[in-house]
């Protein structure tokens, strides 16, 4: 079964700068998808980014981006130039490439609660 | 904008009530998802439909149901509400087709007396 690993239940960034989130995976597949979401106190969850594993280039929207390693099963988000509206929980998910039935569900790692200091 | 409805934002029950929360999307998902949110757990699937009237378990089904009568409505079902069943309820949506995103609703934070 795969497996979704977010390590950093908590982290700290100064406003305007840089910020890494860490996320691990274990599947034996190889055609899947990843993702970020970010979840700000409301609650509404928002997807931030996403990979296709067949895809070699890394992902980017905006000020987001992610180092995705995928024979180290790693897949990374960089918050660069940091705002205070980044403050949330960020949930790194996993899902398999293939259509129909439980192939389309999520598997979330347990988040990573990013503060933002002014 | 795609738009994933829940029905309470709040919900305070008691013990043996059978409790019902719904959820409503205006895309013509085929997916629609139920999520239980707890602190340091993250986000554990109850229960999914891939369509109308059909239905998965997940990883947590135990003492819950669900309904799809309609396309759009996914209902989720408290048989007879227990403390331990006090979390964040999160429905989610989807396309079928490989690759799609979730969307989420707003969550009902449901406590149960």
């Known amino acids: 079964a795969q497996t979704v690993t977010q390590s950093q239940p908590e982290m700290s960034v100064q406003e305007a700068e840089t910020v890494t989130l860490s996320c691990t995976y274990d599947t034996s597949e190889s055609d899947y998808y990843l993702f970020w979401y970010k979840q700000p106190p409301s609650r509404q969850m928002i997807l931030v980014i996403r990979q296709e594993a067949y895809k070699q280039q890394n992902a980017t929207e905006n000020r987001f981006s992610v180092n995705f390693q995928k024979a180290a099963k790693s897949f990374s988000l960089k918050i660069s130039d940091s705002q205070l509206g980044d403050a949330a929980m960020y949930f790194c998910a996993y899902r398999r490439g293939e259509d129909g039935g439980s192939q389309g569900n999520l598997i979330f790692g347990k988040g990573t609660k990013l503060s933002v200091k002014p | 904008d795609v738009k994933v409805t829940q029905s309470s934002r709040y919900l305070v029950k008691r013990t043996g009530e059978k409790v019902f929360l719904e959820c409503v999307q205006d895309m013509d998902h085929e997916n629609m998802f139920w999520y239980r949110q707890d602190p340091g757990l993250g986000l554990r699937l109850i229960y999914f439909?891939?369509?109308?009237?059909?239905?998965e378990k997940g990883d947590i089904p135990e003492g819950y149901s669900v309904s799809r009568e309609k396309k759009e409505r996914f209902s989720l079902i408290l048989e007879s509400a227990s403390t331990n069943q006090t979390s964040m309820y999160l429905c989610?949506?989807?396309?079928?087709?490989?690759?799609?995103?979730?969307?989420f609703g707003p969550g009902t934070r449901l406590t149960v007396l």
């Open positions: 439909s891939y369509d109308v009237k059909m239905k």
């Open positions: 989610a949506s989807s396309f079928r087709s490989r690759g799609n995103e979730q969307f």
